[in-house]
């Protein structure tokens, strides 16, 4: 049998999910529908509450996206025109255009090249040229959060907020202490491919603080607590019933979903452990991801690297085994991000992560048989 007699691997098939909660989730959303509480009804709160409580934040705000939770934490927070925020360049668009939305200024800071999370010692550099930075905004990339044990002391000595970029990290921890209440606030995104992801637009900002959290409340519907009485400017960035519906029910199945995929990443690292692909990039071989032991991974991507990058995914592509690269341009390269003033080579680890990234399929449904057709094929590339 040849390899295009094989069903393909997608990087993500989100039917199997389907197939399993599908008709609960039909059900809970005509409930919505029939009962015609499209906006801030009952099943919004019933999610916030369901999030604060599994976070331990103190205030858990749902909104439209995780590109509005990030800058309805920013504007809770009070972080605009004059204050500098300090995050990755290798991470999603919104991640920066969210500090430029709120009026404040993105200052970049390089990546740990083991982790591809910030680098607190790249942080604390950034922070010392930049006397107006107010907070940093870490990324928990990936599903794996960023070393809150090397960046709090950095924001701590400085006077910073912290705030968390959790769209890829719902359930991860550090510390035990979950990703949503480790900073001052934190986004989360669930965008239909994230590992807890809504039937289209969603997102939800945490707050240790309670007050923050009733003022981002008040942003996210006009600046309105009273009907029609506008305390400040907002936006209407409101959470649809129907996707707190959808979520409410996903959320009896994350912890689930997030253990399937961690033993689907062990199985990765088993399976390449049996191949002699294993080395440093110098090597010509591949560099596993790996989990620090302070944390729990949620494995939101499975990422491997490797300076033929390119040339693999062309070859898992010709073998109908899906692969993608996230990012492929860090963010100080953007075309829409020229103003920042930064140039090519400032960032160099980011830069490299962005030649040599390559995620492999990973979802809680994902089969052996299916990781060891990925495995080998990448074996056969390298053979
Ligand atoms: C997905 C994502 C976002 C944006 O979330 P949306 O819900 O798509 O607006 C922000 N940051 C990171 C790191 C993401 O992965």
New binding site residues.
Partial sequence: MSAADLAPVPTLDLSRQYAAVGEQIARAVADVCSAGRFILGREVGEFETAVARTTAASEAVGCA????A?WLALAALRIGEGAAVVTTPF??F??VSSILRAGARPVLADIDPVSFNLSADAVAEAVRANPDTRAIMP?H?YGQCADWDALAPVAAQNNLLLIE?A??AFGASWNGVQAGALGDAA?F???PT?NLSAWG?A?LTTFRDAATGELARALRAHGMRRRYYHDEVGWNSRLDTVQAAVLLIKMQYIAQWNDDRRRVAERYAALFADTSLVGSVADGGIVLPTADPRGVHVWHQYVIRTPRRDDLRAHLTAHGIGSEVYYPVPLHMQDALRDLGYREGQFPESEKAAREVLALPIYPELREDEQVRVVEAIHKFFA
């Fill in positions: 996206s995780g590109t509005d990030l991470s999603f919104a991640t990324v990339l970029d769209a890829q986004a995104s669930f965008y994230k637009d997102g």
